[in-house]
Structures are given as C-alpha cells and as structure tokens.
C-alpha cells in the first residue's frame, strides 16, 4: 500500500497553468476633425442659403406652370435655376470647409460677394418681367413675390459676404489692408 493522493495507477499530475490574460490596446489617436462645419449649418450663414434653395425652387415652380411660355418666363427659369444649382454648390462648399482647401490662389470671400450682388440684381430684373407679364396670370403673380422675396434675401446675404470679405485679406481693393484700415 502506497500513501499518497490520487488514485492508484495514476501519476501526478501538475496543476494546470492559467494563461495570462491578452489584453489588447487601441493605438493612440488624435481626435479627428468632424469634416461638417456644424456652426456653419445652424448659424446665419447656412439657414439664410437654405432660404435661398427654397425660394429659388419656388420662384423656377411658378414661372415653369405659367400659361404663358414666353422669353420672359424662360429669363426668370434661367435666373431661378442658376441661383439654386450656385447656391447647393456654395452651401456644401460651406458645409464641408473646402473654401480654404481648395481657394488657396482664388478670392473665393470677393467671389462669393459679387455672386450675391450678381444674382440680387438677377432677381431685381427678373422680378420686374414677372411683374409686367402677371395681367391675368396667378402663377407668374406668384412668381413675382416669391422673386422680390429672394431679391430680398440674397440683398441680406450681400451684407455679411461684404463684411467677410472686407475682413479678409483677399481679392481687390482689401487686399493687405484688412488690419491697417479703421472703420468707424
């Protein structure tokens, strides 16, 4: 008879041996940029463009189901459609920060500028036709509302595109002089 533990026949067996546990490590990251300029989206700048989209749309709707297809209509559909497609391009332009990326060499701030003051004065002519051409005619009557009504907010966004830019270093007239000029 042997003394010991376990059973007889079997050897001694060693206690198993527990793995360590693994224990995985992200690398350190930099917090990335959020791509989408969030202020830009909830501020003055981004709801006023939105306004724009909406009524350009309205203003190509009501001149598109005029009765009357004339040269005049055509004119307030060219303006109407041009400002909206512009104004998408400038809003994710905006929305996504690219102005500075991709407008090193470009006055993109005067440019944007003379955009609005374009398309004000667009609006201004557009308004008159639709005006003139609305004897009888409730859909270019609502058209020429809904014009003098983007007239109205693009000569709004004239004002602040003249501030940025007046407050920028770039295009004609500003250039170098932003720091140096004292308004009263």
């Not at 350190?28 to 939105?50: H, M, S």
Request: hydrophobic share 45%; net charge negative; proline share 7%.
């Amino acid at each position: 008879m042997s003394s010991g533990t376990g059973s007889p026949g079997s050897a001694h067996q060693p206690a198993p041996i527990e793995a360590m546990p693994t224990v995985y490590r992200e690398p350190a990251q930099e917090p990335t940029e959020n791509p989408v300029d969030v202020d830009f989206l909830r501020g003055l700048g981004g709801i006023l463009k939105i306004i724009e989209m909406i009524l350009s749309l309205v203003v190509f709707i009501c001149a598109s189901a005029s009765s009357y297809h004339t040269d005049a209509c055509g004119w307030i559909q060219f303006v109407s459609m041009t400002a909206f497609v512009v104004t998408v391009m400038l809003y994710i332009f905006h929305a996504f920060k690219l102005p500075p990326k991709f407008t090193k060499n470009i006055p993109f701030k005067f440019s944007e500028f003379c955009y609005y003051a374009m398309f004000t004065v667009f609006y201004f002519i557009s308004g008159v036709v639709a005006a003139c051409y609305a004897t009888g005619n409730p859909a270019l009557s609502a058209a020429a509302f809904f014009t003098f009504a983007s007239m109205l907010v693009f000569g709004i966004d004239i004002y602040y595109r003249f501030d940025a830019w007046r407050h920028s270093n770039e295009g004609p007239f500003f250039s170098g002089m932003a720091h140096n000029v004292t308004m009263p």
